[in-house]
């Protein structure tokens, strides 16, 4: 274990048989588990820096808060107001805002972006540069494949009346979502639904159907054997 430049705010607190690596900056009042690994180069507890026009709320932050067991890897950055449950993984290069909920055992892989304002469940994996956009909600045991892009804002800031229509992806328990697919703004993708590769998801999907095609559309049911819970 090294903590060679190690920063370290106000008010930390750090559990027990916690790994810090080199360079490492912890701001005030973040609250790290036990058996916690920081690897080289990571910033935990950032305040946002917000652009005049942001839509991101602006309030006071509560630290950010890494669950025992999970570990953020090298040159990630994870914001004040974000809690980490148990055993998530962060990997490197990565970025988790400012108000994000992420459960316990969820993965997000190398490069991926979670933007403000993100639930992400229990178990599920976010594969190597994904963006998950602010105000997106992600159950339980979801798989998002590599360079998948959720999107909010269908007027791309032109005009002042979207702020109140901005919404992310729902994307429900147990779906999987194929590489390199997009999903517009509010679109809810049923349980145990199935995007293929490489989708334009412009409308919901149902439940326990597969997708695939620029616009995506239905071609046919998710097998009983590729369930979560076969009947």
């Given at each position: 274990?090294?903590?060679?430049?190690?920063?370290?705010?106000?008010?930390?607190?750090?559990?027990?048989?916690?790994?810090?690596?080199?360079?490492?900056?912890?701001?005030?009042?973040?609250?790290?588990?036990?058996?916690?690994?920081?690897?080289?180069?990571?910033?935990?507890?950032?305040?946002?820096?917000?652009?005049?026009?942001?839509?991101?709320?602006?309030?006071?932050?509560?630290?950010?808060?890494?669950?025992?067991?999970?570990?953020?890897?090298?040159?990630?950055?994870?914001?004040?107001?974000?809690?980490?449950?148990?055993?998530?993984?962060?990997?490197?290069?990565?970025?988790?805002?400012?108000?994000?909920?992420?459960?316990?055992?969820?993965?997000?892989?190398?490069?991926?972006?979670?933007?403000?304002?993100?639930?992400?469940?229990?178990?599920?994996?976010?594969?190597?540069?994904?963006?998950?956009?602010?105000y997106s909600e992600l159950e339980e045991d979801v798989f998002i494949a590599p360079c998948v892009t959720t999107t909010n804002d269908n007027f791309m800031?032109?005009?002042?009346?979207?702020?109140?229509?901005?919404?992310?992806?729902?994307?429900?328990?147990?779906?999987?979502?194929?590489?390199?697919?997009?999903?517009?703004?509010?679109?809810?993708?049923?349980?145990?639904?199935?995007?293929?590769?490489?989708?334009?998801?412009?409308?919901?999907?149902?439940?326990?159907?597969?997708?695939?095609?620029?616009?995506?559309?239905?071609?046919?049911?998710?097998?009983?054997?590729?369930?979560?819970?076969?009947?």
């Open positions: 274990m090294s903590r060679e430049n190690l920063v370290l705010g106000e008010g930390v607190q750090i559990g027990a048989d916690v790994e810090i690596g080199a360079n490492v900056v912890i701001h005030d009042g973040t609250v790290i588990g036990d058996g916690v690994v920081l690897q080289d180069n990571v910033v935990i507890g950032k305040q946002p820096r917000l652009g005049k026009r942001s839509t991101s709320k602006r309030a006071p932050l509560p630290p950010a808060v890494l669950g025992p067991g999970s570990a953020v890897c090298s040159g990630s950055i994870v914001f004040a107001g974000a809690t980490l449950g148990a055993g998530v993984v962060i990997g490197d290069q990565a970025s988790v805002r400012e108000r994000c909920d992420i459960g316990d055992g969820v993965v997000v892989g190398r490069g991926v972006c979670v933007e403000n304002d993100v639930r992400i469940g229990a178990r599920t994996k976010i594969q190597s540069n994904s963006y998950i956009t602010a800031g032109r005009t002042e009346a979207r702020h109140s229509l901005i919404k992310g992806a729902i994307i429900r328990r147990g779906a999987r979502v194929g590489g390199g697919a997009v999903i517009l703004p509010g679109v809810e993708i049923g349980e145990e639904a199935f995007i293929a590769a490489g989708a334009l998801v412009t409308r919901d999907v149902p439940a326990g159907k597969l997708v695939a095609g620029l616009p995506a559309r239905v071609w046919r049911d998710v097998p009983p054997e590729e369930l979560l819970d076969p009947q």
